[in-house]
């Protein structure tokens, strides 16, 4: 149902991140990212061992049916030795976090952590980011956390039956050409193609490159299918029982 087309900044975009015929290709990318409360948390968590050895409640919202959700799982999976084939690590991480009563059910909603009730929450580092510039900078930080997340993104695709496919091929042109990625991070989005100059007005609404040094693709997604089909029964019978 998809036809291919490559833009003229093919080249330019990780093989990861693209179908070699050009059937689909990110735009942008999104990480899993910690966003904390300045007025509630003393020392912003940086790494998910932080987390496991800090006192504040930790928010990931619906584990099981959420992709930001599941995929926060999967970052803990990468940062504890796991991947998309093996999600085990991870679960053991959120189990004792919850053993220890910091594993907190409140939705990381932007109505509630601008409320103020969430402490730290697990999510993608282009809705933290913009959390943080709506409700304050000196109230929240954000930090990818440094002992591994995992990184994804969106992706466009052309319909092989479109009635002008030559203009949803030209909107693929625009989105990969560098006023198109300037526009995604403007919105707080990673652009794909890491040698787009941005304005310094855009690149300060995002966080330095430096913090991304330690994030990880997903190379096997009919394994990540499969490890998050069986995600919501193992988070409810190893984590959730352990909720206080």
């Known amino acids: 149902v998809t036809q291919p087309y490559k833009p003229s900044t093919w080249s330019e975009i990780p093989e990861w991140a693209k179908d ?8 942008y990318t999104g990480s899993i990212a910690f966003i904390s409360n300045n007025n509630l948390v003393e020392n912003p968590p940086k790494s998910w061992s932080d987390l496991l050895n800090g006192d504040y409640k930790v928010s990931l919202g619906d584990v099981g049916s959420a992709a930001q959700a599941n995929n926060a799982v999967l970052a803990a999976a990468f940062a504890n030795g796991g991947d998309e084939t093996n999600l085990q690590p991870a679960i053991e991480f959120f189990a004792k976090l919850a053993q220890k009563g910091n594993l907190s059910l409140t939705d990381p909603s932007a109505a509630n952590i601008e409320k103020g009730e969430v402490e730290v929450a697990v999510l993608w580092d282009f809705n933290a980011l913009n959390n943080r510039d709506k409700f304050g900078r000196d109230r929240f930080s954000v930090n990818i956390p440094q002992d591994g997340s995992v990184i994804s993104g969106y992706t466009t695709i052309i319909n092989k039956f479109a009635k002008n496919p030559n203009a949803a091929k030209l909107a693929r042109e625009f989105i990969f050409s560098d006023k198109g990625q300037v526009n ?9 193609r890491t040698n787009v100059e941005l304005p310094q007005a855009v690149q300060d609404k995002l966080l330095p490159n430096e913090q991304y040094q330690n994030v990880h693709p997903v190379k096997d997604f009919a394994a990540w299918e499969k490890s998050a089909r069986k995600l919501p029964r193992q988070w409810q019978e190893n984590v959730l029982i352990h909720v206080k």
Do not use: C, Q, T
């Open 20 to 27: 070699k015929e050009g059937h689909w290709a990110l735009a």
């Open 184 to 192: 995604l991070a403007a919105g707080y989005a990673r652009p794909i």
